[in-house]
Each structure stands twice: as C-alpha cells, then as structure tokens.
C-alpha cells in the first residue's frame, strides 16, 4: 500500500458516499486510475466494506460502557469458550484482548442502566469462567473518529 491508496482510504473514511469523480479529485488523481486503485484496495482486504456511522443516542442506545472482563483461568476452553460467546452478543461493539492485569476490554452500548443490567447477569454471567467484571459508563466524548492518521 502506498500514499496514494492512504490518501484513498482516508478520503473515504471521512465520507464513504463521495462519487469516484470527488474521490479523484480529492487524491488528485483522475477517475479511472482513482477507480482501479479503489477495486484493488477492495479485493486486497485493505477496504472491508462501507457502513454507516450512526448517532447510538438517536437509535435509542444511550448508554456506553468499557467492560474490563478477568477471566477465572487461561486454559485453552474458557479462552475459546469466551471469545465465541462474545462475539455473538449485539450489545458488544468491540471486544480487544489485551496485556496486563485485564484479559479483554469490550466497548458495549445498552438502552439504560436496567439494561445494562440485564446484559451483565442474563448474557455475560452465564458465559462462565469470569473472574471479575469492572464497568465503566461513558459520560461525554471528546473525540472519536474512524479516520486513521496519515503515515508514509
């Protein structure tokens, strides 16, 4: 990939609705060079497809939660059986595994707290092989962009 492709891709994560025709003239480049870039950059991978950025409020998701996850013991079944039931969970937006004293952090968004609620004891407790749960509630946002920083 190179500064070009960037150059696409950054375009196209600030507006993904742009014509190829504004997509080229934003890269500098002229439409069918712009367009074949673009096909590559899709059959490659390196673009995974196009999706709406949507107000979680307006939808009626208000609540969003960092969910700090232990995990009980690291053997090779309650790893596999928490990354497989997770990942099948609608509230969970994002799980990361990560170092340190948290095994995943998990980005959920929830209609209020009962939901909230709901979610830990009738969709994450039943999982099994947690050891600890630290939740934190988001109250305002300072920034959040899906725009990656320009390298190369």
Same mark, same amino acid.
């Given at each position: 990939?190179? =500064?070009?492709?960037?150059q696409?891709?950054?375009?196209?994560?600030?507006?993904?609705?742009?014509?190829?025709?504004?997509?080229?003239? /934003?890269?500098?480049?002229?439409?069918?060079? %712009?367009?074949?870039?673009l096909?590559?950059?899709?059959?490659?991978?390196?673009?995974?497809?196009?999706?709406? !950025?949507?107000?979680?409020?307006?939808?009626?998701?208000?609540?969003?939660?960092?969910?700090?996850? =232990?995990?009980?013991?690291?053997?090779?079944?309650?790893?596999?059986?928490?990354?497989?039931?997770?990942? %099948?969970?609608?509230?969970?937006?994002? %799980?990361?595994m990560?170092?340190?004293?948290?095994?995943?952090?998990?980005?959920?968004?929830?209609?209020?707290?009962?939901?909230?609620? !709901?979610?830990?004891?009738?969709?994450?407790?039943?999982?099994?092989?947690?050891? /600890?749960? !630290?939740?934190?509630?988001?109250?305002?946002?300072?920034?959040?962009?899906?725009?990656?920083?320009?390298?190369?």
């Amino acid at each position: 990939m190179d =500064r070009k492709d960037r150059q696409i891709i950054r375009a196209l994560q600030r507006n993904g609705r742009m014509t190829n025709q504004d997509l080229a003239e /934003s890269v500098n480049l002229s439409p069918s060079p %712009c367009l074949r870039r673009l096909r590559n950059l899709e059959a490659s991978g390196a673009i995974r497809g196009f999706t709406v !950025d949507a107000d979680p409020v307006a939808y009626g998701l208000p609540i969003t939660a960092f969910v700090q996850v =232990r995990l009980e013991r690291h053997n090779e079944e309650t790893v596999r059986q928490f990354e497989q039931r997770v990942t %099948c969970l609608d509230e969970v937006q994002e %799980c990361h595994m990560l170092t340190g004293g948290t095994d995943y952090l998990l980005r959920v968004v929830v209609a209020g707290l009962d939901a909230y609620e !709901d979610f830990i004891r009738n969709r994450i407790h039943p999982i099994g092989g947690i050891g /600890s749960i !630290d939740t934190s509630f988001v109250y305002g946002t300072v920034k959040k962009t899906g725009v990656y920083p320009m390298i190369g």
